[in-house]
């Protein structure tokens, strides 16, 4: 009975795997340079002294046409030497400008009214965001542009982590995991997520749904905001698997930062659409069944288990070759192990406890 029931579940994930693929797989038509948007890049930083040089560099080497790109950097009320580096890297650099975090609009806190306090000012037709850890490719800004038909509205690329280690690498393939899932189900028309660090939006479309301000509050704004402007119907939505669009972010250095990401991710969750729950259980039922291998040691049951690691390679290989990060499935059996535990634990962590720490702050 427990290898039917496995079964059943294990079919579900392969079904569900198979249609990721396909909607990450899609593509989509690009724009001539001469129809480019103007673009805003924000970027919101807080205590970020060890990072934001790196961010700033990559920012520096972005591609497009000349006069249709403006760079802000929001100095989010550090407390160690961020915003002077941020002052001395973009001194006499016109594309860049820096502000601080200078009012709370609305009830807003944290990032997003680091964020809305830069659209204030921004003058383009296209906001794009990253964080200060991270690096984006020089043609970042440019790929993401081509992606504006008329009709598009949101924008979203690929995330990848620097990967020199096991705790690293398996933290690298969780990212390109969960953002294959995001591309899948956004590309064939139900979002789910996104990430924030490689994500774009019409400023139209963020004043259409009343920006940040109007919005409640969420530990994770940028799926917060996605969904909202998806609700409109009234912009194409899209999540290209693009090369030249990927951004690559610092991991996690401990156990407990670590635990501390997952926590803001699934405490931000919460507020998913319902389908995003069905992707979340049958994945928390099939990863227990794997733990539970080792009670049940029928052929039968090891079989499933084998057929589980397939789709999941099966899953993270095309998407991999094509973001060129082969290199880093060298890890594949790391993150799996990573990735029984955690989906296990963090419901019950969210069950019992929703506070969440994020760059000094408690929400």
Known sequence: MPEILFLIFLSLYF???VVFVIGASKKYPKINEKDFPTVSVIVAARNEEENILRCLQALDKQTYPEGKLEIIIVDDCSEDSTGKIIEDFIEGKTRFKKITTGKTI????????????????????VILTTDADCEPESTWVYTIASYYQKDVGIVNGFTTQKADTSFEGMQAIDFIYLLTVASGTINLGYPISCIGNNMSYRKQAYLDVGGYESLPFSVTEDSQLLNTINELNKYKIIYPLDKNALVTSQPCKSFKDLYRQKKRWAVGGINVPARGYFVMATAFVVNLAMLLTPLFFS???????????????????????????????????TFQVYYIIYPLMLPFIVLFNRDVIWKERKF
């Open 15 to 17: 079904i569900q795997s």
């Open 106 to 125: 609305g009830m807003l806190k944290g990032k997003s009214n680091a964020i809305a306090n830069a659209i204030e000012i921004s003058k383009g037709e």
């Open 299 to 333: 052929p039968v049951w090891l079989y499933l288990t084998v057929f589980k690691l397939a789709t999941d390679f099966f899953v993270l290989y095309p998407v991999h070759k094509i973001l060129g990060l082969t290199k880093n499935l060298k890890y594949f059996l």
